[in-house]
């Protein structure tokens, strides 16, 4: 069962691909072909801000090993993952794009990652 597991993850990390749609309500991020984790959909009257956040880990060899994720500040001034387990450049360049497209202006939040 553990080496189906390990195929099916291997299998959808190399063919799986994030989409992202921009409707005139909603944001809506799937991650296809393969069924897996981190599809979500949030309404753009709800996302206040968007900025990076830096994951780090440590794997079982004790290596540090980082991933990025686009979070938002919504209405509630809750903060939640939009999009992860990507790289620091794609991660920046979809906060930018993203914000850019949703019509919002940067604005620094504390925590975020920067470059």
């Known amino acids: 069962m553990l080496a189906l597991c390990t195929a099916y993850a291997l299998l959808a990390w190399s063919l799986n691909r994030i989409r992202i749609l921009i409707t005139p309500t909603e944001v809506v991020v799937r991650i ?3 069924p897996w984790t ?3 959909t949030v309404r753009r009257a709800d996302i206040i ?3 990076v956040k830096e994951k780090t880990k440590k794997d079982p060899y004790g290596e540090i090993v980082r991933n ?3 979070h938002l500040i919504d209405s509630h001034n809750r903060h939640r993952s939009l999009i ?3 790289s ?3 991660a920046l360049y979809l906060e930018r794009r993203l914000e850019e497209l949703l019509g ?3 604005q ?3 925590e975020a990652y920067i470059g």
Do not use: T
């Open 32 to 34: 296809l072909p393969l």
């Open 38 to 40: 981190g599809n979500k």
């Open 49 to 51: 801000q968007l900025f």
């Open 68 to 70: 990025y994720e686009v």
């Open 84 to 86: 992860s387990r990507i």
């Open 88 to 90: 620091s450049h794609q």
């Open 104 to 106: 919002m202006a940067r």
């Open 108 to 110: 620094r939040v504390g």
